[in-house]
């Protein structure tokens, strides 16, 4: 597994942050901001015990998949069924083992690292304040469609890119990349492709401006 930078992870947790963020950006203080990503690194660990338990229960729902096939299985085609199921019981396992393994390296980046913290907080401060501009910028760029209507993990990558781009000076190639691995990480089978567009078409307006 290729170790990420601080800025990465600080990104990631950012991202898990904004979507705890209060409705009203004026009720969100400084002392706040430390709480609200404490308060993810602290969902982080519950998910990461959740996903351990979930892995647990479909090993188990493999093996006894593969004792039915040995025991019970009255024909071959039944027993090559079973099989199939505790091999897809199995697989389902390891992709959410995966998952929990890569959860305690942002915890302790979280914890340990000053930088991942600062950037954090620095970033969803940054939304907090300029949400309005920034969905602005994202909304110019959407075909036929509205900020609002996009799924908020979505919403929550462009909106960390376009702050990156825009108030922190980060390069746009830089930016549309990190954004695109967010959504690879997080968002849905197209997720990325289409976070990627609509960057592109934010630094094609940004040029023409």
């Given at each position: 597994?290729?170790?990420?930078?601080p800025?990465q992870?600080?990104?990631e947790?950012a991202l898990?942050s904004?979507s705890q963020l209060p409705?009203?950006p004026?009720?969100l203080?400084?002392?706040?901001?430390?709480?609200?990503?404490?308060a993810?690194?602290?969902?982080l660990?519950?998910?990461v015990?959740d996903?351990?338990?979930?892995?647990?229960?479909?090993l188990q729902?493999s093996n006894?998949?593969?004792?039915?096939?040995?025991?019970?299985?009255?024909?071959?085609n039944?027993?090559r069924?079973?099989l199939?199921?505790a091999?897809n019981?199995?697989?389902?396992?390891?992709n959410q083992?995966?998952?929990?393994v890569e959860?305690p390296e942002?915890i302790?980046?979280a914890?340990?690292?000053?930088?991942?913290?600062?950037?954090?907080?620095?970033?969803?401060?940054l939304?907090?304040e300029?949400?309005?501009?920034i969905?602005?910028?994202?909304?110019?760029?959407?075909?036929?469609?509205?900020v609002?209507?996009l799924?908020q993990?979505?919403?929550?990558?462009?909106?960390?890119a376009?702050?990156?781009m825009?108030f922190?000076?980060?390069?746009?190639?830089?930016?549309i990349?990190?954004?695109?691995?967010l959504?690879k990480?997080?968002?849905?089978e197209e997720?990325h492709?289409?976070?990627?567009g609509?960057?592109?078409?934010?630094?094609?307006?940004k040029t023409?401006?």
């Amino acid at each position: 597994m290729q170790e990420r930078k601080p800025q990465q992870i600080a990104r990631e947790l950012a991202l898990l942050s904004l979507s705890q963020l209060p409705l009203n950006p004026k009720k969100l203080t400084e002392e706040h901001l430390p709480k609200l990503v404490l308060a993810t690194v602290r969902t982080l660990r519950s998910e990461v015990q959740d996903t351990l338990d979930n892995a647990t229960g479909e090993l188990q729902r493999s093996n006894e998949r593969l004792l039915t096939s040995e025991t019970r299985a009255s024909d071959l085609n039944t027993a090559r069924n079973l099989l199939k199921e505790a091999i897809n019981y199995t697989q389902t396992a390891i992709n959410q083992l995966g998952a929990a393994v890569e959860f305690p390296e942002l915890i302790q980046l979280a914890n340990q690292d000053k930088e991942v913290g600062r950037y954090a907080i620095q970033l969803v401060k940054l939304i907090n304040e300029n949400r309005i501009v920034i969905d602005e910028q994202i909304s110019s760029a959407l075909i036929d469609w509205q900020v609002t209507r996009l799924a908020q993990i979505d919403r929550d990558i462009l909106r960390i890119a376009v702050s990156e781009m825009r108030f922190l000076g980060l390069p746009d190639r830089v930016a549309i990349n990190e954004a695109v691995e967010l959504a690879k990480r997080y968002s849905g089978e197209e997720g990325h492709r289409f976070i990627n567009g609509v960057l592109r078409r934010v630094t094609e307006q940004k040029t023409t401006v």
